[in-house]
């Protein structure tokens, strides 16, 4: 059976984060092996408290994990300090396997997760992963990107990974879709499906990032 590694943050809740990786491996068949950056007391309505992992203790994870288990792909969620964000850099630099990297740092509704430092960190991680998956406030952020503005489409394509935007919704007469839209090799391909209305959201993009991850 295929290990996938997820780096990721603690959900208490059970619906997002590292509990939504394991869960979203399993059900494709690997076998999920963790290194946990941060803990939360959170539910489906929101955070009411942040742990931080000493950063050593990161790196004693993946180190302890990386001994034992051939990784055959690494989903990375949230790694909330630029510390952390080193002792990944320094982990993944020199591997020869499918990364996803879900930038968590600003929430669906556009509320910011991370400052500015530790989003330039992150940022240096993109030229270790296959892919990015970004929902459409980090995409503003990172690229300027915004939905139909062709110059905005140029600054994406100049990502050094290729780029999955989440979820823009499209109305048109035949009924409303959600869209994903994948920027890689100079070209955009798009996803449709037809579009769900719920508010039963929490987690959907740790478990998107993860199942790509297990798929690769």
């Not at 990721?8 to 619906?15: P, R, Y």
């Not at 989440?166 to 798009?190: A, E």
């Amino acid at each position: 059976m295929k290990v996938v590694l997820t780096i990721a943050g603690s959900d208490s809740s059970g619906g997002a984060g590292i509990q939504a990786d394991l869960k979203s491996f399993e059900s494709l068949g690997v076998f999920g092996t963790t290194a946990i950056t941060v803990l939360t007391a959170q539910n489906t309505t929101g955070v009411s408290d942040i742990h931080e992992v000493p950063k050593n203790f990161v790196k004693a994870q993946l180190e302890a994990i990386k001994e034992d288990f051939e990784i055959s792909a690494i989903k990375i969620g949230m790694l909330y300090s630029s510390q952390i964000m080193e002792v990944v850099e320094d982990f993944i630099k020199d591997l020869d396997i499918p990364i996803v990297l879900d930038p968590v740092f600003i929430s669906k509704a556009g509320s910011p997760l991370l400052n500015e430092e530790a989003v330039n960190s992150m940022k240096r991680l993109f030229n270790y992963a296959t892919l990015i998956t970004p929902n459409q406030h980090e995409a503003s952020k990172l690229f300027g990107y915004k939905h139909g503005d062709t110059d905005s489409l140029q600054k994406i394509q100049q990502s050094p990974c290729p780029v999955l935007v989440k979820h823009q919704v499209i109305t048109s007469p035949n009924g409303s879709f959600s869209i994903d839209q994948l920027f890689i090799d100079g070209k955009k391909r798009i996803f449709k499906t037809e579009f769900i209305e719920s508010t039963n959201l929490h987690g959907t993009g740790c478990s998107y990032s993860s199942a790509i991850a297990a798929n690769l």
